[in-house]
């Protein structure tokens, strides 16, 4: 998809999660490029870069980019049970309310309870034991 990114940050293979808008983009001739096509909370990265570019108050430098994202692959901890490449699954944060090392794996940036996923690779056993006794897989989403 295409949308507008600031000059500064417009490179190809640039990851950045969409947090929404400001309200100076409620106004602006863009925002049907720039924000609208984005949803909150997601993780894009960036395929492509092109050369037009257009002013914006808001980036730093006063210039956006047109760019074409995609959402970007994400890795997370999955059941094993469930950790099958190419298969598609409905995204569980797992029943936990305790602080570890692999909480944001457990509970990844970009990806919500019950999103449908697909299960791009499986990258074998969690990095750290689980400290509930689950038994995880470390995958990469999209």
């Known amino acids: 998809m295409i949308t507008l990114i600031g000059k500064n940050l417009a490179e190809k293979g640039l990851k950045f999660v969409h947090y929404g808008s400001s309200a ?61 490449e190419g298969s598609m699954i409905l995204f569980e944060h797992p029943d936990c309310e305790k602080e570890c090392t692999m909480r944001d794996l457990c509970f990844p940036e970009g990806i919500y309870e019950g999103d449908k996923c697909n299960i791009v690779k499986n990258l074998g056993k969690s990095p750290n034991k689980c400290i509930n006794g689950l038994n995880l897989r470390l995958v990469l989403l999209k």
């Open 24 to 84: 100076e983009c409620d106004e602006c001739r863009f925002k049907s490029t720039c924000i609208d096509p984005l949803e909150e909370g997601r993780v894009y990265i960036v395929m492509d870069v092109k050369d037009t570019e257009h002013p914006c108050p808001i980036h730093e430098g006063g210039k956006v980019k047109v760019v074409e994202v995609e959402r970007a692959e994400i890795e997370a901890i999955v059941d094993s049970k469930k950790a099958f």
